[in-house]
């Protein structure tokens, strides 16, 4: 079956570190990505790692993937306010034209 | 290089009327996907389109939705007689030819439609 799941909100102080938890269920996923949306806004494909990877880091950004457990995450390093988004966890297979997302983690940043 | 664009931001229809929207692709993208954002919810993906052939609509509503990517000019979603149900933010994304590199799908940023 396809689902991705996700938890709704995480709270972090400026300057720590963010760590966005999500789950997905295919096991056939080829990709699997991380999406920022702002508020009113479209989406901004941050970054995505492909399912033969376990690690992939850009800047700031870390994804870890463990393929046996289903379980993707994204860390935000030194979290700023500008990161306050939400972030949607999505799921990609390579024979499918679709995207499944998850229901997306609002992050607020607190001072 | 312009983004995906999309056209209106925002629609307000009353409940019987017609919704269309549009979006127009990457320059040099083929191929067009739309998904709906209900309120607090992720994307659900609804159709996907090549230039004037529709490869994936295994989304869209059986009534009322349609959606069309001609020769020239954008790709198009139309809603008949929208219900207030149908009140939500659609996004459109495009992307290159599946398997020619990249699968990235760049979206755009959404038409919010508001049926009152």
């Known amino acids: 079956g396809e689902d991705v799941e996700q938890s709704l909100f995480l709270s972090v102080r400026e300057g720590d570190s963010s760590v966005i938890n999500c789950t997905y269920t295919?096991?056939?996923?080829?990709?699997l990505y991380w999406y920022k949306q702002e508020p009113g806004a479209g989406l901004q494909l941050l970054t995505y790692?492909?399912?033969?990877?376990d690690m992939k880091q850009d800047q700031r950004l870390t994804v870890l993937l463990n393929k046996k457990d289903k379980h993707l995450s994204l860390r935000i390093a030194d979290t700023q306010t500008g990161d306050s988004a939400i972030y949607f966890c999505?799921?990609?297979?390579?024979?499918?034209?679709?995207?499944?997302f998850g229901s997306g983690t609002r992050l607020s940043i607190r001072p | 290089n312009a983004g995906v664009m999309q056209n209106p931001r925002h629609l307000v229809r009353r409940r019987g009327q017609e919704a269309r929207l549009r979006c127009s692709p990457m320059?040099?993208?083929?191929?067009v996907y739309w998904y709906r954002q209900l309120p607090e919810e992720g994307l659900k993906f609804m159709v996907y389109?090549?230039?004037?052939?529709?490869?994936?609509e295994s989304g869209m509503p059986k009534e009322r939705f349609s959606a069309e990517f001609p020769k020239e000019g954008p790709s198009i979603l139309r809603i008949q007689q929208v219900v207030r149900g149908d009140s939500a933010a659609y996004f459109c994304?495009?992307?290159?030819?599946?398997?020619?590199?990249?699968?990235?799908?760049?979206f755009g940023p959404g038409t919010r439609l508001t049926v009152t």
């Open positions: 320059k040099g993208h083929s191929h």
């Open positions: 389109l090549q230039k004037e052939n529709i490869i994936d």
């Open positions: 994304a495009s992307s290159l030819t599946p398997g020619q590199g990249t699968y990235e799908q760049y």
């Open positions: 790692i492909f399912s033969n990877m």
């Open positions: 295919d096991s056939s996923s080829t990709y």
């Open positions: 999505a799921e990609k297979y390579s024979s499918a034209s679709k995207i499944i």
